[in-house]
């Protein structure tokens, strides 16, 4: 994956291995997590020193744990992105109604998607491009931004022919209404607020200027203080 | 005297007739019951309605049911799957028709036609393209559209171990939709790697109670789906 460039060529801002280690700093100690396919998924590897998450796969095991050693895996224990993985102490099975009773249900802390498209009102599409030839296909997709508290997007700032992928307002199908909390891009990490995005901290050597001229709706400077408590430690009285 | 035991993967799909509603358990090939399924193949039933989360991958399983041309109708949630190379041509060709759902509504769906509920309110594809022309209600300060219950005729399911009152429990992540289908399948076959006498299933660790099973076919090996594809197989 090439960084992005400004305009005299100059490489810019975060590589996919740094965006996922940005949002691995986001995720509090004893979250519940469910992390989809490509980005997300590097999550994973950069949690900081200290903290515990558990993983949920919504095809139906919470303590999803990395993938088995060559030759140790089973066929029957594999996650969403039906990859073979392995289960944790303390993991748990359970049916399709259970995982998504947890999912809907609110009862999971945290996903990170990847994203086609994210509106400055937090709408997602990352599910179909509408075409006529294309197999519609949604899984999961739209129950976990339905369900889960809060949803944090991974994604690069533009598409691969320098479209912005932060828009006013999706053109492709969403995924869900007003369900975005957050965007990490190559360039930024962004919040979805009432008032639209707002810029949170850019990438280093990026600026708003730039981020401004690579996104497709107005972007607010960094706020003097965070309008949310992001990184607000778990509570513990449960 | 209860025993639900039946012979063989032949004698268990024998009356599958044309035209029914099989819900076929598994998720990609985790709980995929393909000796059932090439049972059906062979029984020759078509013009099916198949009720499952994915299209199958390569030549066999679900995957070779679609390309005998024996289903009408796919109701599932991921139909385009790596190796998935059947569906496609079939879908592009208005042979077989897609009820697209997504996977939660998929799940509750068949656990609300199991459990007698015929509709249920669900957050889940409120403004999207698959909540369009759905009824929808407001509840408190939110938008949530209505879902109806699915049930089947019959249900396929593959389970680790199976007593011969039809108890079950399964192996690991080939769970998923196995316990609801079993719910929602009138008449619920079961192939099963290991088949015991009653008792010797902890009544603590039975994950489907036998109520919901009618029949049940020990299949000591079953075939992986992965495998067979990685080998280039095709059923028949």
């Known amino acids: 994956m090439t960084r992005a460039a400004s305009e005299t060529g100059q490489v810019l801002g975060w590589t996919r291995d740094e965006m996922a280690a940005r949002v691995a700093q986001d995720i509090p100690d004893g979250s519940y997590v469910n992390l989809g396919i490509g980005i997300p998924e590097l999550v994973a590897r950069f949690v900081p020193e200290g903290r515990e998450l558990i993983y949920h796969t919504e095809n139906g095991l919470l303590g999803m744990g990395p993938s088995p050693a060559p030759g140790r895996g089973d066929p029957e224990l594999i996650n969403a992105g039906k990859r073979q993985v392995t289960a944790i102490p303390g993991a748990s099975f359970f049916h399709q109604s259970d995982s998504f009773a947890m999912i809907r249900g609110g009862h999971l802390d945290l996903c990170v998607l990847g994203a086609m498209q994210v509106s400055q009102q937090g709408d997602l599409a990352n599910w179909s491009t509408g075409a006529d030839d294309d197999i519609p296909a949604v899984g999961g997709a739209m129950d976990l931004v339905a369900g889960v508290k809060r949803i944090f997007v991974v994604t690069q700032h533009c598409t691969r022919t320098g479209e912005p992928k932060l828009v006013e307002r999706c053109t492709y199908p969403l995924t869900g209404l007003r369900v975005v909390d957050r965007v990490y891009t190559d360039l930024a990490v962004i919040d979805i607020t009432p008032a639209g995005f707002r810029l949170v901290e850019p990438a280093p050597g990026v600026d708003l200027d730039l981020i401004r001229a690579r996104t497709g709706a107005p972007v607010l400077p960094v706020a003097p203080i965070p309008p949310i408590a992001l990184i607000a430690e778990r509570s513990t009285d449960a | ?236």
């Open chain 2, 1 to 236: 005297m209860i025993d639900k035991r039946v012979a063989s993967p032949a004698a268990a799909v024998a009356d599958i007739h044309d035209g029914a509603t099989v819900m076929i358990g598994g998720f990609g090939e985790a709980g995929s019951p393909i000796e059932l399924i090439h049972a059906l193949i062979d029984q020759e039933a078509r013009d099916l309605t198949v009720i499952s989360n994915n299209c199958g991958s390569g030549e066999v399983g679900l995957a070779a049911l679609l390309k005998a041309r024996r289903v009408a109708k796919m109701i599932c949630s991921f139909p385009r799957t790596a190796n998935s190379t059947v569906f496609p041509g079939l879908y592009r060709s208005g042979y077989t028709r897609l009820e697209l759902v997504p996977q939660g509504t998929l799940a509750e769906r068949i656990r609300a036609g199991g459990a007698g509920i015929p509709a249920f309110y669900t957050p889940t594809a409120v403004g999207t393209p698959l909540g369009e022309g759905k009824e929808h209600r407001r509840f408190g300060d939110r938008e949530y559209l209505m879902e109806h219950g699915l049930t089947a005729d019959f249900a396929l399911i593959k389970a680790r171990r199976a007593d011969s009152h039809g108890n079950l429990v399964y192996n690991r992540t080939a769970r998923n939709f196995g316990p609801l289908m079993a719910m929602a399948g009138r008449i619920t076959i079961v192939q099963a790697s290991d088949v015991v006498p009653p008792g010797d299933i902890d009544p603590e660790a039975v994950v489907t109670p036998g109520i919901f099973v009618d029949r049940v076919v020990h299949v000591p090996s079953p075939a992986h789906e992965s495998e067979l594809v990685a080998a280039g197989a095709s059923y028949p």
